[in-house]
Nanobody, 123 residues
Framework: QVQVVESGGGLVQAGGSLRLSCTVS????????MGWFRQVPGKKREGVSC???????YYRDSVKGRFTISRDNAKRTLYLQMNSLKFDDTAMYYC?????????????????WGQGTQVTVSS
């Protein structure tokens, strides 16, 4: 059974930084595409960033230059370093195992989801 657990969210002032982590078990992590998504209540979930098994990364335009996705296969962990945070980054952030990445940062064929971690940016 695949388990995905996100952590690292919190309350931060605009301009600050947070690092999200996502630990995955029950699947061959190193061979998986992995993605970060976010969702605000009442709005559609949106892809934030995606990384393929080789380490190539993809981002939505609004986070390029501010967010960095990375993975540590030995630790079975996905990361999202978020710098220069803006109020509009406030959302519940989720990670998911996937089967592909789009150039706009959206992970495709998502298979397993975590419960999410809340990021709140105060203006």
């Amino acid at each position: 059974q695949v388990q995905v657990v996100e952590s690292g969210g919190g309350l931060v002032q605009a301009g600050g930084s947070l690092r999200l982590s996502c630990t995955v078990s029950g699947v061959t992590f190193g061979g998986k595409y992995m993605g970060w998504f976010r969702q605000v209540p009442g709005k559609k979930r949106e892809g934030v960033s995606c990384i393929n098994p080789s380490g190539s990364t993809y981002y939505r335009d609004s986070v390029k230059g501010r967010f960095t996705i990375s993975r540590d296969n030995a630790k079975r962990t996905l990361y999202l370093q978020m710098n220069s945070l803006k109020f509009d980054d406030t959302a519940m952030y989720y990670c998911a195992a996937a089967t592909g990445c789009r150039y706009n940062g959206e992970a495709l064929g998502t298979q397993s989801w975590g419960q999410g971690t809340q990021v709140t940016v105060s203006s």
